[in-house]
Nanobody, 127 residues
Framework: QVQLVESGGGSVQAGGSLRLSCAAS????????MGWFRQAPGKEREFVGA????????GYADSVKGRFIISRDNAKNTVYLQMNSLKPEDTAVYYC????????????????????WGQGTQVTVSS
Protein backbone atom coordinates (compact mmCIF):
# COMPACT_ATOMS: atom_id res chain seq x y z
CA GLN A 1 0.00 0.00 0.00
CA VAL A 2 0.98 3.58 -0.62
CA GLN A 3 -0.23 6.61 1.29
CA LEU A 4 -0.20 10.08 -0.26
CA VAL A 5 -0.55 13.35 1.63
CA GLU A 6 -0.81 16.68 -0.16
CA SER A 7 -0.03 20.04 1.34
CA GLY A 8 0.58 23.61 0.23
CA GLY A 9 -2.82 24.67 -0.99
CA GLY A 10 -4.28 28.05 -0.19
CA SER A 11 -5.59 31.29 -1.62
CA VAL A 12 -3.68 33.53 -3.97
CA GLN A 13 -4.39 36.37 -6.36
CA ALA A 14 -4.24 35.91 -10.08
CA GLY A 15 -0.67 36.00 -11.32
CA GLY A 16 0.66 34.57 -8.08
CA SER A 17 2.35 31.26 -7.33
CA LEU A 18 1.86 28.28 -5.06
CA ARG A 19 3.79 25.07 -4.55
CA LEU A 20 1.99 21.89 -3.68
CA SER A 21 3.73 18.93 -2.11
CA CYS A 22 2.80 15.28 -2.16
CA ALA A 23 4.55 13.07 0.37
CA ALA A 24 4.40 9.35 -0.31
CA SER A 25 4.85 6.64 2.28
CA UNK A 26 4.52 2.88 2.41
CA UNK A 27 5.60 0.73 -0.54
CA UNK A 28 6.93 3.69 -2.47
CA UNK A 29 9.57 1.64 -4.29
CA UNK A 30 6.81 0.21 -6.49
CA UNK A 31 5.54 3.59 -7.68
CA UNK A 32 5.94 4.02 -11.44
CA UNK A 33 4.22 7.35 -12.09
CA MET A 34 3.00 10.12 -9.83
CA GLY A 35 0.43 12.51 -11.15
CA TRP A 36 -1.53 15.59 -10.28
CA PHE A 37 -5.21 16.02 -11.01
CA ARG A 38 -7.69 18.72 -10.11
CA GLN A 39 -11.42 19.04 -9.75
CA ALA A 40 -13.34 22.28 -9.82
CA PRO A 41 -16.89 22.54 -8.45
CA GLY A 42 -19.37 21.00 -10.85
CA LYS A 43 -16.65 19.68 -13.14
CA GLU A 44 -15.01 16.35 -13.70
CA ARG A 45 -11.59 15.56 -12.36
CA GLU A 46 -8.97 16.54 -14.91
CA PHE A 47 -5.34 15.72 -15.50
CA VAL A 48 -2.77 18.38 -14.63
CA GLY A 49 0.55 16.63 -15.03
CA ALA A 50 2.53 13.51 -14.20
CA UNK A 51 6.10 12.35 -13.92
CA UNK A 52 7.74 8.95 -14.18
CA UNK A 53 9.58 7.96 -10.99
CA UNK A 54 13.07 8.66 -12.28
CA UNK A 55 12.00 12.12 -13.40
CA UNK A 56 13.01 11.41 -16.99
CA UNK A 57 9.56 11.79 -18.49
CA UNK A 58 7.02 14.44 -17.55
CA GLY A 59 3.72 15.33 -19.14
CA TYR A 60 1.41 18.31 -18.67
CA ALA A 61 -2.08 19.28 -19.66
CA ASP A 62 -2.14 21.98 -22.32
CA SER A 63 -3.96 24.29 -19.91
CA VAL A 64 -0.98 24.40 -17.53
CA LYS A 65 1.97 23.83 -19.85
CA GLY A 66 4.56 26.56 -19.40
CA ARG A 67 3.09 27.63 -16.05
CA PHE A 68 3.22 24.51 -13.86
CA ILE A 69 6.31 22.45 -13.14
CA ILE A 70 6.56 19.01 -11.54
CA SER A 71 9.68 18.12 -9.61
CA ARG A 72 10.64 15.48 -7.11
CA ASP A 73 12.90 14.72 -4.19
CA ASN A 74 13.27 10.96 -4.14
CA ALA A 75 15.16 11.06 -0.86
CA LYS A 76 12.05 12.48 0.73
CA ASN A 77 9.60 10.49 -1.41
CA THR A 78 7.98 13.80 -2.26
CA VAL A 79 6.71 15.24 -5.52
CA TYR A 80 6.06 18.93 -6.00
CA LEU A 81 3.77 20.93 -8.24
CA GLN A 82 5.04 24.47 -8.71
CA MET A 83 2.20 26.60 -10.01
CA ASN A 84 3.07 29.97 -11.51
CA SER A 85 1.03 32.66 -13.24
CA LEU A 86 -2.08 31.31 -11.60
CA LYS A 87 -5.46 32.13 -13.10
CA PRO A 88 -8.93 32.07 -11.54
CA GLU A 89 -9.73 29.03 -13.70
CA ASP A 90 -7.01 27.12 -11.84
CA THR A 91 -9.23 27.16 -8.76
CA ALA A 92 -9.91 23.56 -7.76
CA VAL A 93 -9.13 20.80 -5.33
CA TYR A 94 -5.78 19.36 -6.36
CA TYR A 95 -5.10 15.67 -5.91
CA CYS A 96 -1.89 13.73 -5.97
CA UNK A 97 -2.07 10.23 -7.43
CA UNK A 98 0.27 7.30 -7.92
CA UNK A 99 0.30 4.03 -9.80
CA UNK A 100 2.49 1.05 -9.01
CA UNK A 101 2.35 -0.67 -12.38
CA UNK A 102 3.83 0.31 -15.70
CA UNK A 103 1.49 2.66 -17.54
CA UNK A 104 2.08 3.87 -21.07
CA UNK A 105 2.83 7.57 -21.39
CA UNK A 106 -0.31 8.21 -23.43
CA UNK A 107 -2.44 6.86 -20.60
CA UNK A 108 -1.03 9.06 -17.84
CA UNK A 109 -3.93 11.47 -18.32
CA UNK A 110 -6.49 8.85 -17.34
CA UNK A 111 -7.46 9.00 -13.66
CA UNK A 112 -8.54 5.36 -13.71
CA UNK A 113 -4.94 4.30 -14.29
CA UNK A 114 -3.94 5.48 -10.81
CA UNK A 115 -4.59 3.26 -7.81
CA UNK A 116 -3.53 5.56 -4.98
CA TRP A 117 -4.90 9.00 -4.22
CA GLY A 118 -4.32 11.71 -1.68
CA GLN A 119 -7.06 13.54 0.15
CA GLY A 120 -6.75 16.70 -1.94
CA THR A 121 -5.82 20.27 -1.18
CA GLN A 122 -7.81 23.37 -2.09
CA VAL A 123 -6.32 26.02 -4.36
CA THR A 124 -8.28 29.24 -4.78
CA VAL A 125 -7.20 31.95 -7.22
CA SER A 126 -8.97 35.28 -7.03
CA SER A 127 -9.11 37.83 -9.82
Amino acid sequence: QVQLVESGGGSVQAGGSLRLSCAASGRTFNIYVMGWFRQAPGKEREFVGAQERRGISTGYADSVKGRFIISRDNAKNTVYLQMNSLKPEDTAVYYCAAVDTVVAYNRWTRSQEYNYWGQGTQVTVSS
